[in-house]
């Protein structure tokens, strides 16, 4: 097992308003939405272009396509089984929102939040789509996106600390035999997520804040894990086999339950692994 105990000193909370890397350059999203107009959910329509909007309850329209919303606020509005796609949301805030399911398609979240302070709790993404899909500057602490797929997606500079992407994946299977991946995550603070038997095959993980993740079991196959922050890491049975890890930090991880079958490291790392494992380097 190669996982190291978490430093009793730290805790989730004490990542969530820090930042991914040494790139990252916005703190918490902090959302300041004034002058509210109610919106019912059923009288929104395809095409619309909303601002400063509290939509709140069920209701949503079937097709939710080319839609544009500007500082509107979503409380606990589902919106499983619909269709999204060609749509964009900037300075938007969802509580208690469920995107379970949901088919996401070209849509883009500019500085949005999808994590309630008060209670503490992330928007549920269980099983989501999210093809060709792009979070900048959104915090997305606590949000449970387990068994999603994130093909072709983008998750630049983001708050994901606690996130749950177990089972998830960055992959299309085109045919019987064909599989396509890519989906980039950079410079994010992913401190404490799960990403427990996801397949991560390829992804950019760039810049990374990884601190205390479990990655067990899943496949980052040429990942590029670039200046991550890896230490205090649980990684039993993780793949990293051809993933570039050079400038990571990688302080106590035991690459003896690891397939690091042509990983890419500098010699200042490849000294520090041998001596994690009792390999003395002179």
């Known amino acids: 097992m190669a996982a190291l105990a978490l430093n009793e000193e730290k805790s989730p909370k004490s990542y969530l308003a820090q930042p991914g890397s040494k790139r990252f350059k916005?703190?918490?999203?902090?959302?300041?939405i004034e002058k509210?107009?109610?919106?019912k959910p059923d009288t929104i329509s395809a095409g619309e272009s909303l601002t400063t909007q509290i939509i709140t309850g069920d209701g949503l329209p079937e097709d939710l396509s080319d839609l544009v919303f500007k500082q509107?606020?979503?409380?606990?509005?589902?919106?499983?089984?619909?269709?999204?796609?060609?749509?964009?949301?900037?300075?938007?805030v969802f509580k208690h929102c469920n995107f379970a399911s949901v088919q996401f398609r070209h849509v883009k979240f500019r500085k949005c939040e999808f994590y309630d302070k008060s209670t503490e709790q992330g928007c549920n993404f269980t099983f989501a789509v999210l093809q060709d899909c792009?979070?900048?500057h959104c915090d997305l602490t606590l949000c449970d996106f387990s068994r999603s797929q994130i093909y072709l997606s983008k998750l630049h500079e983001c708050q994901l600390t606690g996130a749950n992407f177990q089972g998830a994946g960055a992959t299309k299977i085109i045919g019987?035999?064909?599989?396509?991946?890519?989906?980039?995550?950079?410079d994010c603070n992913l401190a404490y997520a799960n990403l427990a038997g996801s397949n991560m095959m390829e992804v950019d993980f760039s810049g990374c804040r990884m601190s205390?993740?479990?990655?067990?079991?899943?496949?980052?196959?040429?990942?590029i894990l670039v200046d991550c922050e890896l230490h205090n890491i649980e990684a039993d049975r993780v793949t990293l086999n051809h993933?570039?890890?050079?400038?990571?930090?990688?302080?106590?991880?035991?690459?003896?339950?690891?397939?690091?079958?042509?990983?890419?490291?500098?010699?200042?790392?490849?000294?520090?692994?041998?001596?994690?494992?009792?390999?003395?380097?002179?």
């Open 36 to 39: 509210h107009q109610p919106r």
């Open 176 to 186: 019987n035999s064909v599989e396509l991946s890519e989906a980039t995550i950079t």
């Open 72 to 92: 509107c606020q979503f409380e606990q509005v589902s919106f499983t089984g619909r269709a999204l796609q060609d749509s964009e949301f900037e300075q938007c």
């Open 212 to 223: 205390h993740a479990t990655l067990d079991g899943a496949n980052l196959t040429g990942a």
């Open 26 to 32: 916005a703190g918490r999203i902090q959302m300041e």
């Open 134 to 136: 792009e979070f900048d």
């Open 243 to 282: 993933a570039d890890l050079r400038g990571a930090m990688l302080s106590g991880l035991d690459v003896r339950n690891i397939d690091m079958t042509g990983v890419k490291i500098n010699l200042e790392q490849a000294a520090a692994l041998l001596e994690e494992i009792g390999v003395e380097v002179t």
